[in-house]
């Protein structure tokens, strides 16, 4: 006697891949926190926040593409959607990732428009990109893997970050390229790379960025420190925020308690 099992017929990572992008889509402001520790305990509580999405950064942490396997679970448990940013525009972590089961991708530092369209074919199945077809993990080890197949380009987020004087020179054309939903600013990055320039021409670029985005139908995403900046960057278009990561959050409540207890040994002395 064999027994059917519904369960297999659903594709949680898919759902909340899906869910995600036609939120981002619809242009409502979105706003996630970085995840830097490869551990599935931390990954977990980092989801249990509610964030909007979880950021998973494989550039500058020790999260590698082939730990997604072990990390995902924990965001998929609560239903929070995990971007993977790669190390660089690398094919090989972008499928690893993808096939994992991440909701998307961040890739940094693309420059030119014949960059950002051979990323976008990485992540984009056939007619719309050259994609691999092997998503073990993400088609629940092959329980859905028609179904994946068939839905995968439309649940995936591709994310681009424009961080460098080329990449701006270069916006309108990248912002144009089918099969990216987002251009992200990495501040630091652009700033330098422009030579550290006031606060007037930084503004002037994200616009520029913002006005590329938006005249190409894309969204538009920042990573940012201050909530007050957010009615400005909203005004300006930019509806994809990342703000504040693990380790910051234990380092901004620890050093908050650690303050707190002296201020209360004060006290007692007094």
């Known amino acids: 006697m064999t027994h059917a099992h519904p369960e297999l017929s659903v594709n949680k990572n898919l759902a909340i891949a899906s869910a995600f992008r036609q939120r981002l889509i619809s242009g409502n402001p979105v706003f996630g926190a970085w995840a830097m520790v490869p551990n599935p305990s931390v990954i977990e509580v980092m989801a249990r926040l509610k964030f909007d999405f979880l950021l998973l950064d494989g550039e500058h942490s020790p999260i590698e593409a082939g730990s997604l396997s072990t990390l995902l679970p924990s965001t998929e448990l609560h239903g929070a959607p995990s971007i993977f940013r790669p190390r660089s525009q690398t094919a090989s972590d972008i499928k690893t990732a993808l096939d994992a089961g991440a909701s998307g991708v961040m890739v940094p530092m693309v420059e030119t428009v014949e960059e950002a369209r051979a990323i ?5 199945y056939a ?3 050259q994609r691999g077809i092997g998503p073990w993990r993400a088609s629940g080890f092959y329980d859905q893997f028609a179904d994946y197949l068939q839905r995968a380009n439309d649940a995936t987020t591709v994310v681009l970050q424009i961080e460098s004087a080329t990449g701006l020179d270069n ?5 144009a390229t089918a099969g990216l939903d987002v251009l992200y600013v990495g501040p630091s990055d652009l700033s330098s790379s422009l030579g550290n320039p006031s606060a007037e021409t930084m503004t002037e670029a994200l616009r520029r960025v913002a006005n590329a985005a938006r005249g190409a139908g894309k969204a538009v995403g920042i990573d940012i420190y201050l909530l007050e900046r957010v009615p400005e960057l909203v005004e300006m278009g ?5 703000i504040g990561s693990d380790i910051g959050f234990i380092q901004s409540a ?8 002296a201020s209360c040994l004060d006290g007692l002395a007094t």
């Open 120 to 124: 976008v074919s990485v992540c984009r």
């Open 127 to 129: 007619p719309l990109g």
């Open 171 to 175: 916006v309108e054309a990248i912002a």
């Open 238 to 242: 930019y509806s994809f925020f990342t």
């Open 254 to 261: 620890g050093r908050a308690l650690v303050g707190d207890i």
